[in-house]
């Protein structure tokens, strides 16, 4: 790998404009799609991601992603330097960020700054390009009804994806579910507010200054509650930033039903990534949302 690394190290440095060292200085743990690394230069460090040629796009749509979060001047997130392909890899090149513990007054900066960035509206749910979660696509063509696309660009390709798993009884309640969607979603009337669509509690730090820093996003434009809902998923979120949300933007009613239903969306794409492990966190959530339409 070492010829590999002294070359990417002379395209990402090209692109940054730096000397970086012929290879990174530390793998960096915790994600499970690409490789990521500090890579050391003259001018400092970087975040890099790596991952194979063919999944420049994605790398891409990261980066887009981060600077659209970027331009609702809310969270603060990475600041993108550069993204490419060279020598059958693609590469991310990121900010370096020193990340600290967190602490209450973060967790609520980070609620009061997320409803800010909900505030940020568009015209349409979706997104002007595709882009992934994990590693599974994500569609996000552009419509006025949000019912549809979460019955469309969500959960129908997700359940389709898991057929190797989702079978039998567990089909048909997965189809009825996509039919009585309008239950949960009907009279339901969100904004399309710019969301992260991936924020679990390893996607968020504390820098240095003690400020909350949002990073790995899958971002579009859908209701807000999909960030909050995919918060109390795997946990990682305190007291404070719950409260510091609702002060700046209160939740509607209905909102922890819907908070499953948005969640089911996460655990099928769980279960297509990483496997029959997820089958009965599924079972138990789909569960759970049908029984708020009396199935």
């Not at 059958?88 to 007054?105: D, Q, R």
């Not at 002007?128 to 552009?142: E, F, V, W, Y």
């Not at 359940?159 to 996509?178: F, K, N, Q, V």
């Amino acid at each position: 790998m070492t010829g590999t690394f002294e070359a990417l190290a002379r395209h990402i440095g090209a692109a940054v404009g730096m000397r970086l060292q012929p290879s990174p200085a530390q793998r960096i743990h915790g994600g499970s799609i690409s490789t990521a690394c500090r890579w050391n230069g003259n001018a400092g460090p970087l975040f890099v991601k790596i991952a194979p040629a063919a999944e420049r796009g994605m790398l891409e749509a990261e980066a887009e992603g981060l600077l659209e979060l970027k331009r609702a001047q809310a969270v603060r997130v990475p600041e993108v330097l550069a993204v490419g392909a060279d020598d059958g890899h693609a590469w991310l090149a990121l900010e370096w960020i020193e990340f600290g513990p967190a602490s209450t007054a973060a967790e609520t900066e980070l609620g009061r700054r997320l409803a800010l960035q909900h505030r940020r509206c568009a015209r349409a749910f979706g997104w002007h390009r595709d882009n992934t979660i994990g590693r599974t696509p994500q569609a996000n063509h552009p419509t006025q009804d949000w019912l549809a696309f979460v019955r469309e660009r969500r959960l129908r390709p997700q359940i389709d994806r898991a057929h190797p798993y989702i079978t039998g009884r567990l089909r048909e309640r997965c189809s009825l579910l996509l039919e009585r969607l309008g239950d949960l979603l009907g009279a339901h009337r969100p904004c399309p507010s710019l969301v992260h669509g991936d924020l679990w509690g390893g996607n968020w730090g504390v820098d240095a200054h003690g400020d909350p820093v949002v990073f790995d996003p899958a971002v579009y434009y859908g209701d807000r509650e999909v960030d909050l809902a995919m918060t109390r998923l795997f946990g990682g979120f305190g007291p404070a930033f719950y409260r510091a949300y609702a002060a700046e933007w209160p939740l509607e009613a209905g909102a922890d039903a819907r908070a499953d239903l948005y969640n089911l969306y996460h655990v099928l794409n769980h279960l297509n990534l990483f496997g029959a492990g997820y089958l009965p966190q599924v079972r138990s959530l789909l569960e759970r949302v049908l029984a708020e339409t009396g199935h």
